[in-house]
C-alpha cells in the first residue's frame, strides 16, 4: 500500500472512531455537490435533534424565529467557487451565504469548509480560522462539511508543529484543531452530541 | 469547598458524602470504566517516556518562566493583545473589573476556567453588577446552583440527570424531561442567547505558547470557540505555570491531557488564538484581547526546590480519577477548589493553611494519583511534607507528637509493646484478636477485628531459629518491622524457614525499630528521621548482601523514603543510599533471586487470590513476582477484581478515618469473596491486619489471609 493510501485508510478510521461522516472526492465541485444533498436530504433546522422542539424560555425560543428555510453557509470560499455553490443550492431551492453569521445566531443548515491540514493520529482537522465568518459558520451549521486536501494530511500531531505555528506568526490569528461534532459528557458521562456546535461531522477526502 | 473548621467537623462532612448514594455510584462507574478508557486511549504508546518528556519540558519551562513571558508578551503585543501579569487573586479580579468597564461590558460569557474558580472571579464582576454566565454545560449547571466544582474536568459529576432536569426546569419555567439528549439540547438553545447578547469572554487556557504568543484552549463542547469569537472584547486569565516555550512543547502535553483526563485521544476543538483576531461588533473590526496572567504564588514555588514540580500538572483531574479518597467523597470533600492530590497540594499554596489544614490529613499514601500523573508529580510526598509544615507552625496534636516521643526511643516503645501484651488477656479473651477494647480505641473501630500481640516476639525467637549454614550462597539481613516483629511473627518465621533450605544465612540486627512511617504519615518529621537513622545504623550494610523485609510499607519507605529523609544529613546521607540499595521485599527476593521452582513445593491446588499492597505494586513497581510465586508453589491463582486498590488500612490512617477506612475494605472483601477462593495472599501485614480483621468481625469464616511467604513454607516438601 501505498504511504498515501495508508495514512487516508488510517485518517478514515480515527475519524470515524469519533462519529464523524468520511467520503472521498475528486474535485471541489463533487464536494459542492454533497454538500448540498446532504442539505437537500437533512429536514430544516433539524426540530428533534437541536432543541427546538424543547420548551424554552420565551427569549431564548426567540433566536429559534425568522431562519429562511434552509441555509449552507460557505465562508472563504474563493468567489468564483462560491458562485457555482450558490447556483448549485438555487436550483434546489436552498440559501447560500458567505457571510453575515451573525445575523443567524440561532444557527444555520450546513457549513462548507476547506482545510489547510489534517493529522491521522487522531484523525483531526487543522482549519485556519482568521476569519470570524468561518468561525461562526462552523459553530452555528448543524452539520460541518469540511474539505481535506490528502496532499496535506500528515501523520502525528508532531508533523503539523511547523504549520500551526507558521499559521500563528505574523499577526492576529487563529487557528483550530478539529477533531469529530461539538460533544458533552458533562451530565452522568453520557456523550451527547452537539452541545453547543455541529451535530455532524462530515470529512471530505479532496485527492489532490 | 472546605469550611470545616476542625478535623472533627471534617469527618461529620465525609461522613454526609458517603451516604451520598448517587455520587458513591457514579464515581464507582467513573473509576471502573476510566482504568480501561485510560489503558485504551494510551495502548501501544511509551506513556512512562511521554510523562518524562512533559515533566522535564515543564521543569526547563519554569526555571526559565521569566524569559519566556518576556517572550511571550512581545510576540502577543505585536499582533495586538494587552498581557498585564497580576500578584495574586485580588489584583487579577481588578485587572479585568477594570477591563470591564473601560469597556462598557455589561454581560460575561465564559468557558471553563480553573484559575478563574481560583481567584473567585464570578462573584467578583457579579458584585460589580456585571452578568456573568458560565457556558460549559457542566460549569453552567454547578453555576446555577451556587456550588463550586466536584472534578477539574467533569465539574458537575455529582449530579444526577434528574437533578439537571429539574434544574432546568426552573431555569426555563417550562417542565422538562428527564432525558440527558434532550437537557443538553436545552442548554444548547438557553446558552445560545447569551453568546448572542455577551460583550466580553473570559476562557481559561491550556498554554500560553511563547514562540508564536498564542493562547491554546482545549474544550470538546467548542463554547470556547464562540467565548472567544462573539464578544468585541476576550480576557485570557492563565495561571503564570501554562508558559510554554513551543508549539511542539504544547503539542507533547496535548498528547496526555484529554487521554489521561478521561480516555479520549483528543479534545473536540484545540483553539490556538493570537492577538486581536478579527471581530466585527468591535471598533476597527479588531477584537480587544487581554491575556491576565496570575502569579499568586507561582512564581515562588517555581524556586522552590522541592514543590516547583507542582507546576507540572497539566489539569488532567486524572489524580482523582484514581484515588481511592476521592471515589467515596466526591471532590467537595476531597478538595477546595483543585481537587484530588493536586488540590490537596495547591489548596495550601493558594488557599492558605487554613483550608488545607484536615484536607492534606485525607490522604491514604496509596501512591495510585503518583502511579498515573501526567507530570510525575511526587503527589502523596508532598502531601505528607504539606501536612508536616503546617503541624510544625501550628503545633503538633497530642497523640502524633506522643507516637513521635516513643517512637524515638526502640527500648521505650518495646518495653510499651511488652508491657501491652502482658496485659491484654482481658481484652483477647485468649483468642489472637483484641476482643474487647477499651472505648476510647475502639471507637469506628468495629468493621475490623484487630490483632493481638504475640506471646513471643520475633526478636526473642529468633536465636532459636537462625538456620545454620555452613557455605552461605548469600548472607541476609532482615528487617522485620513492627508488625511481624510483634504481632505476626510466623510471617517472618516462615521466610527464614525457606531461606534456611536455600542456604541463605539470616542475621537479625537487635537494634532496629519501627521503620518511621507512621510516624511520617502523621507529619512527624523531627521523630522520623531519628528513627531512619538508628535503623540505617542498626545495619551494617556492607556486611550482607540483601537486606530483606517482608512488609512492602516498610520496603517502599526504607527503600524511597530514607534517602529523601536523611538527605540533608552529611553523615548519613551516604550510608543511607547503601542501605537502600540492598532492601528487597519478599516476593521479588524468593522469585528473582532464589528462583523457587515447583519441585520444591507440595503442590495442592487450592483457589488463591491475591491482594497487591499499594506499596508494593507501586511503591516498589513488583507486580509479577508474587503472582507468580502463588503458581509456583502449587496453588491455583485466580485474579480478583481492583486488585491493586488499596485495603483502607494506611496506619495511622485507618485510626484517623476509619469510615472510610471500612468502606475501602467493604469493597475489597466483596471482590475477594466474588473469586470464591479460600486464600487470599499478599505481602504486607498491615494489609494482613487489616483483611484479616475484616472477615474475622464479619463473623469468622471464610477466606483465610496469609503472607506469600507463609504459603510457600507450609508447601515447602
Ligand atoms: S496517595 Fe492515594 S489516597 Fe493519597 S491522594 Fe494519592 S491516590 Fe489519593
Ligand atoms: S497532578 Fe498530575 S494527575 Fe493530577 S491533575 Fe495535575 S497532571 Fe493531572
Redesign the interface.
Known amino acids: 500500500m501505498s504511504d498515501r493510501n495508508r495514512l487516508v485508510e488510517l485518517f478514515t478510521e480515527k475519524a470515524q472512531l469519533t462519529s464523524a461522516i468520511v467520503a472521498r472526492v475528486k474535485t471541489l465541485d463533487e464536494a459542492l455537490a454533497y454538500t448540498v444533498d446532504v442539505c437537500e436530504k437533512k429536514e430544516a433546522c433539524q426540530i428533534l435533534m437541536s432543541g427546538c422542539e424543547s420548551e424554552l424560555s420565551d427569549k431564548a425560543g426567540e433566536l429559534c424565529d425568522g431562519k429562511p428555510g434552509k441555509v449552507i453557509v460557505a465562508p472563504a470560499l474563493p468567489k468564483a467557487d462560491f458562485a457555482r455553490l450558490r447556483d448549485m443550492c438555487q436550483a434546489h431551492g436552498i440559501h447560500c451565504l458567505s457571510g453575515g453569521m451573525r445575523k443567524h445566531l440561532g444557527g444555520v443548515d450546513v457549513g462548507f469548509t476547506i482545510a489547510q491540514g489534517g493529522f491521522v493520529e487522531t484523525g483531526s482537522l487543522v482549519l485556519d480560522s482568521d476569519s470570524e465568518e468561518l468561525r461562526l459558520a462552523t459553530m452555528l451549521c448543524e452539520v460541518h462539511v469540511c474539505m481535506l486536501p490528502v496532499s496535506t494530511l500528515r501523520e502525528k500531531s508532531y508533523d503539523v508543529a511547523e504549520q500551526t505555528s507558521a499559521l500563528a506568526s505574523d499577526g492576529p490569528s487563529y487557528v483550530a484543531y478539529v477533531t469529530g461534532a461539538s460533544r458533552t459528557a458533562d451530565i452522568e458521562r453520557v456523550l451527547a452530541i452537539g452541545v453547543h456546535g455541529p451535530l455532524e461531522m462530515h470529512i471530505l477526502l479532496l485527492e489532490d | 469547598m472546605q469550611n470545616a473548621h476542625d478535623l472533627k467537623e471534617y469527618r461529620g462532612e465525609l461522613s454526609g458524602a458517603l451516604h451520598n448514594d448517587f455520587l458513591r455510584e ?1 464515581l464507582d ?2 473509576a471502573v ?1 476510566y482504568r480501561t478508557s485510560r489503558s485504551n486511549a494510551f495502548s501501544g504508546m511509551d506513556v512512562d517516556g511521554l510523562i518524562k518528556e512533559i515533566a522535564d519540558g515543564k521543569d526547563a519551562a519554569m526555571a526559565r518562566l521569566d524569559e519566556l513571558l518576556a517572550e511571550f508578551t512581545r ?1 502577543a503585543e ?3 493583545a494587552v498581557v498585564h501579569v497580576a500578584r495574586d487573586a485580588e489584583e487579577a479580579n481588578a485587572i479585568i473589573a477594570d477591563i470591564a468597564q473601560k469597556a462598557g461590558v455589561k454581560r460575561v460569557i465564559k468557558s471553563k476556567s480553573m484559575t478563574a474558580e481560583e481567584i473567585h472571579l464570578n462573584p467578583y464582576l457579579e458584585a460589580r453588577g456585571l452578568e456573568v454566565t458560565e ?4 460549569e453552567w ?1 454547578i453555576q446555577l446552583r451556587h456550588e463550586g466544582p466536584t472534578h477539574m474536568v ?4 455529582h ?3 434528574y437533578q ?1 432536569a429539574d434544574l432546568f426546569t426552573d ?6 424531561e428527564v432525558d ?14 447569551k ?2 447578547e455577551a460583550d466580553m469572554g473570559i476562557s481559561g487556557g491550556n498554554f500560553a ?1 511563547a ?2 504568543g ?1 493562547i491554546v484552549v482545549c474544550t ?4 470556547a ?2 467565548v ?3 464578544p468585541r472584547v476576550h480576557v485570557a486569565l492563565v495561571g503564570l505555570d501554562k508558559l510554554t516555550a ?3 512543547d504544547a ?1 507533547t502535553v ?2 496526555a491531557l484529554p487521554k489521561n483526563a ?1 480516555g479520549q ?17 468591535a471598533p476597527g473590526g ?1 477584537k480587544e ?1 487581554h491575556v491576565v496572567f496570575l502569579d499568586n504564588g507561582r512564581r515562588k514555588l517555581a524556586k522552590d526546590p522541592l514543590f516547583s514540580q507542582v507546576l507540572r500538572c497539566i489539569r488532567c483531574g486524572a489524580c482523582a480519577n484514581v484515588c481511592p479518597v476521592y471515589r467515596l467523597v466526591g471532590g467537595h470533600q476531597l478538595g477546595h477548589i483543585y481537587i484530588g492530590a493536586i488540590g490537596l497540594i495547591l489548596t495550601y499554596f493558594y488557599h492558605g493553611k487554613d483550608k488545607a489544614k484536615n484536607l492534606v490529613q485525607n490522604c491514604i499514601n496509596c501512591g495510585a494519583c503518583k502511579a498515573v500523573c501526567a507530570g510525575g508529580i511526587d503527589l502523596p510526598r508532598l502531601i505528607k511534607e504539606i501536612h508536616a509544615r503546617i503541624q510544625d507552625e501550628e503545633g503538633h496534636p497530642l497523640q502524633s507528637a506522643l507516637l513521635g516521643r516513643v517512637l524515638k526511643s526502640r527500648k521505650l516503645f518495646h518495653t510499651l509493646l511488652r508491657t501491652a501484651k502482658s496485659v491484654q488477656k482481658p481484652i483477647t479473651g485468649g483468642t489472637p484478636f483484641l476482643r474487647h477494647l477499651p472505648m476510647i480505641f475502639a471507637k469506628g473501630q468495629e468493621f475490623r477485628a484487630l490483632p493481638a500481640i504475640a506471646e513471643t516476639p520475633f526478636r526473642d525467637r529468633f536465636a532459636s531459629i537462625k538456620p545454620k549454614v555452613a557455605n552461605p550462597r548469600l548472607r541476609v539481613a532482615l528487617f522485620s518491622g513492627c508488625v511481624q516483629d510483634f504481632v505476626y511473627p510466623e510471617q517472618a518465621e516462615a521466610a527464614v524457614k525457606l531461606l534456611g533450605k536455600h542456604d541463605i544465612d539470616v542475621t537479625f540486627p537487635m537494634e532496629q525499630s519501627c521503620c518511621g512511617l507512621p510516624v511520617q504519615m502523621m507529619g512527624e518529621r523531627e521523630a522520623s528521621r531519628s528513627v531512619a537513622a538508628q535503623n540505617v545504623n542498626a545495619f551494617a550494610p556492607d556486611s550482607c548482601d540483601y537486606i530483606l523485609t517482608l512488609c512492602a510499607s516498610c520496603a517502599s519507605h526504607l527503600k524511597h523514603g530514607y534517602p529523601e529523609i536523611l538527605a540533608d544529613d552529611p553523615v548519613m546521607a551516604a550510608r543511607a543510599r547503601t542501605f537502600a540499595e540492598k532492601i528487597i521485599d519478599f516476593s521479588s527476593f524468593a522469585h528473582d533471586v532464589l528462583k523457587v521452582a515447583p519441585g520444591e513445593f507440595t503442590a495442592d491446588g487450592k483457589r488463591t487470590t491475591y491482594h497487591a499492597p499499594c506499596h508494593l505494586c507501586r511503591g516498589l513497581g513488583v507486580t509479577k513476582a508474587p503472582r507468580e510465586l502463588i503458581s509456583t508453589c502449587g496453588l491455583d491463582y485466580v485474579p480478583c477484581e481492583e486488585e491493586d486498590v488499596c485495603c483502607g488500612f494506611g496506619g495511622t490512617y485507618s485510626m484517623k478515618f476509619p469510615e472510610l477506612s471500612a468502606e475501602l475494605l467493604k469493597k475489597k472483601l466483596a471482590n475477594v469473596e466474588k473469586t470464591g477462593a479460600e486464600l487470599l495472599l499478599t505481602d504486607c501485614p498491615g494489609c494482613i491486619m487489616q483483611l484479616r480483621g475484616g472477615f474475622e468481625a464479619k463473623g469468622g469464616r471464610g477466606v483465610r489471609v496469609i503472607h506469600v511467604a507463609e504459603a510457600l513454607a507450609e508447601r515447602l516438601k
Not at chain 2, 180 to 193: D, M, S, Y
Open positions: 457514579a462507574r467513573f470504566a510576540k505585536a499582533a495586538g457556558t460549559d454545560l457542566g449547571i467533569m465539574p458537575a459529576i449530579l444526577s440527570r439537571v431555569v426555563t419555567g417550562a417542565k422538562q440527558i439528549e434532550k437537557l443538553v439540547k436545552v442548554a444548547r438553545r438557553e446558552l445560545r442567547r453568546f448572542a505558547v514562540e508564536t498564542s470538546n463542547e467548542g463554547n470557540r464562540l472567544t469569537t462573539l513551543t508549539v511542539r503539542l496535548l498528547r478521561t485521544a483528543i479534545t473536540s476543538y484545540v483553539s490556538w488564538i493570537t492577538g486581536a483576531t478579527e471581530c466585527q461588533t479588531k484581547m
